[in-house]
């Protein structure tokens, strides 16, 4: 494919990860992204067949970036202090974030019970960001800057209180300090001085 044809593409998904993001997977339709793209409905399909290769590229996408972001920030010797605070701020951003929960689209998708779960993009997802944090928390536990912890158990009550949080968001009002407390214990967990309000 073209470097035009990348673009476009690019463009589709991010423009209809919002949509998806804003309305859930089932709302979502190859006209809403059409609307939301600028493309015609030709334009659209020489891309993409249906809303559903759309949302499956975004998903598979998702891990990759982050495991990719940080294993290369590793690489470069980054603090590790420094590569938690950024992944950090961006989770607490999302959290805060109750308009636009691609969590909510997410879980849409894959309770269909027509979804095979052999192929669950989901489980995908969550190996690659498990393996990319404790590698995240193994790297600093060695650079000295994070408390010897178990890395699994402290990325599963990040990712579980954060997914819980993107999902409870939609569903009632949470008040803003949830994911400040959130970030401030794991951040306890991890480092030996953490000031308390943070």
Request: aromatic share 10%; hydrophobic share 35%; charged share 30%.
């Amino acid at each position: 494919m073209s470097l035009r044809g990348d673009r476009t593409r690019q463009d589709i998904r991010d423009r209809a990860y919002r949509l998806f993001a804003k309305k859930g997977f089932k709302e979502v339709t190859m006209k809403d992204i059409c609307e939301g793209t600028g493309l015609s409905r030709g334009g659209l399909y020489r891309h993409y067949e249906s809303t559903e290769q759309i949302f499956l590229e975004i998903v598979d996408a998702f891990s990759d970036r982050q495991k990719n972001e940080v294993f290369s920030r590793m690489e470069n010797h980054v603090p590790a202090v420094v590569i938690l605070e950024e992944l950090l701020l961006k989770y607490e951003r999302e959290m805060n974030d109750s308009e636009n929960s691609f969590s909510l689209a997410i879980c849409e998708y894959y309770s269909d019970p027509a979804i095979s779960k052999e192929d669950n993009a989901v489980k995908k997802q969550y190996e690659i960001s498990k393996a990319a944090w404790t590698a995240l928390i193994n790297y600093g536990i060695g650079t000295k800057e994070f408390k010897p912890v178990n890395p699994e158990s402290v990325f599963h009550i990040l990712v579980f209180a954060y997914q819980g949080v993107r999902m409870y968001s939609r569903l009632m009002e949470m008040d803003r300090d949830i994911s400040n407390q959130i970030i401030t214990e794991i951040k306890r967990l991890l480092l030996s001085e953490v000031s308390h309000g943070e």
